[in-house]
């Protein structure tokens, strides 16, 4: 009943080929064991597409930009969805702004960004000047005096108005917005945080002077760069939406983009002064489930991208200079789960190898021993003949 007989010692005939064999197929034994282990202790992950079910979330979008040479004082910072929902000149202790000189070193200590600060600054110094000034024909029920040039500024955004020629304001001779601009010419910007976003289509953009609404449309005060170049030139050290999880990638991390090289005109074939940004992003909802059980609730995101020159025609000269993301929320959601195969998996892999070696290698021995033979023998009848 012994189902594994043994054969005398005395039959067993030892050859070079076989010894040669033999190595080879302990040596590939080994090398897939190994590799079976380590694909064994790394842990796998699944993906599964699923219908995004949440609702009222909120997602955290966290960036980390450059401009190499645009100033802090010039920056604004707004946020946008499709439900209405606006943030304008975005102050927040969560977002940072740190000045840096045109060599990229920086020149000045880390602070939280508000392009308002300097104004209110200048208005509470001035909130003990009693002189009525003019507000230059805006006067309303609201702005009757104007004693700063926050004020006028104010009376003709509540009248829709653009403040143009900013010079002749006396309010503005002084104001100390106007003289940080001229401060801090030449000089860049290293702006980084995070803001919290409604869970539906949006939009947020840096751009430069303040920003307010008339009505339906999103304008920014562009009268105190007239005569300034708008160099955009940026790079993207991070961009995500959400927490990261590991082999999280985000496209756009690492990303430097400057001014194309673009006539603009036919006689003049020099760079672009100024120009808008655009990041068209779609985000994908992901839920990622780590070998412990700890779900992380985050968001991949694809991109495209492209460079609308504000001074082309067919833009009709309009275009914002800026820095644009253009979001959109996929409906479908990616649920990655991390998992290891089983023990008994591994342990049938591992017999697969070293069974499925030996059977090969002991039928590679037999046809080479019986090729040894075949050529032996013709060799010793050709020396009888």
Not at 28 to 35: E, G, P, R, T
Not at 245 to 254: E, V, W
Request: hydrophobic fraction near 35%; aromatic fraction near 10%.
């Amino acid at each position: 009943l012994d189902a594994f007989p043994k054969v005398n010692e005395d039959f067993f005939k030892k050859t070079m080929s076989g010894g040669v064999i033999t190595l080879v197929a302990s040596f590939l034994m080994a090398l897939l064991f190994f590799s079976e282990l380590r694909l064994h202790l790394a842990p796998q992950a699944t993906h599964e597409l699923v219908v995004d079910t949440s609702r009222g979330a909120h997602i955290d979008i966290n960036f980390d930009v450059t401009f190499s040479k645009l100033p802090c004082a010039w920056l604004s910072l707004d946020a946008m969805d499709i439900s209405g929902e606006m943030h304008l000149d975005v102050a927040s202790h969560d977002i940072k702004k740190q000045r840096l000189s045109p060599s990229g070193s920086p020149v000045s200590t880390t602070e939280v960004h508000n392009v308002q600060q300097t104004q209110k600054k200048k208005k509470k110094e001035d909130s003990q000047n009693t002189t009525c000034g003019s507000c230059y024909g805006a006067e309303n029920e609201q702005y009757k005096c104007c004693t700063t040039c926050d004020d006028v500024r104010e009376a003709y955004q509540a009248k829709g108005w653009v403040l143009n020629n900013v010079q002749n304001i006396e309010q503005c001779k002084d104001d100390s917005y106007l003289q940080m601009i001229n401060e801090q010419q030449g000089e860049g910007c290293h702006i980084w945080g995070h803001l919290s976003v409604n869970k539906v289509a949006g939009n947020f953009h840096f751009a430069a002077g303040h920003s307010y609404q008339s009505g339906s449309m999103h304008i920014h005060d562009m009268a105190p760069f007239a005569d300034k170049a708008l160099d955009f030139t940026h790079k993207v050290h991070s961009l995500s939406f959400g927490k990261p999880y590991p082999g999280m990638q985000n496209p756009l991390d690492g990303v430097t983009q400057l001014v194309p090289q673009k006539a603009t005109s036919s006689q003049q074939g020099h760079k672009a002064p100024t120009g808008m940004f655009q990041y068209f992003l779609k985000v994908v909802p992901t839920d990622y489930i780590d070998k412990a059980g700890v779900r992380t609730n985050t968001n991949q995101y694809s991109v495209t991208e492209n460079f609308r020159e504000s001074s082309d025609p067919t833009a009709g000269g309009r275009s914002l200079p800026g820095v644009f993301f253009f979001y959109d929320l996929s409906p479908i959601k990616v649920h990655i789960q991390e998992q290891r195969a089983s023990f008994l998996h591994f342990l049938t892999n591992v017999c697969a190898i070293v069974g499925g070696i030996f059977a090969v290698s002991g039928l590679i021995d037999g046809t080479v021993y019986q090729a040894e033979q075949v050529i032996r023998k013709k060799i010793e009848l050709g020396k009888h003949s």
